[in-house]
């Protein structure tokens, strides 16, 4: 079962296949392509995953893992 946490990793697995940028939708996609059935089996989350995936770009900004927007810091 998925948490937020794991959305954490799925952002930057997600930047990191799109050559470290991407717009907020592509980063939405690639998680459902990829987690969908992490996602659906994730009681709570499942409702609310698009949220806490900015809740996610945000904590990796304040960590210094992504930039202002959608993109990793180089």
Do not use: C, P
């Not at 296949?17 to 459902?32: E, S």
């Amino acid at each position: 079962m998925a948490d937020r946490e794991d959305l954490k990793k799925w952002v930057v697995a997600a930047l990191k296949d799109h050559g470290g940028q991407a717009a907020l939708i592509d980063v939405a996609k690639h998680i459902w392509k990829h987690h969908e059935v992490e996602l659906r089996a994730s009681g709570d989350l499942f409702y609310k995953w698009q949220y806490d995936m900015r809740w996610a770009a945000m904590v990796l900004r304040k960590q210094g893992v992504m930039s202002d927007g959608w993109a990793l810091k180089t």
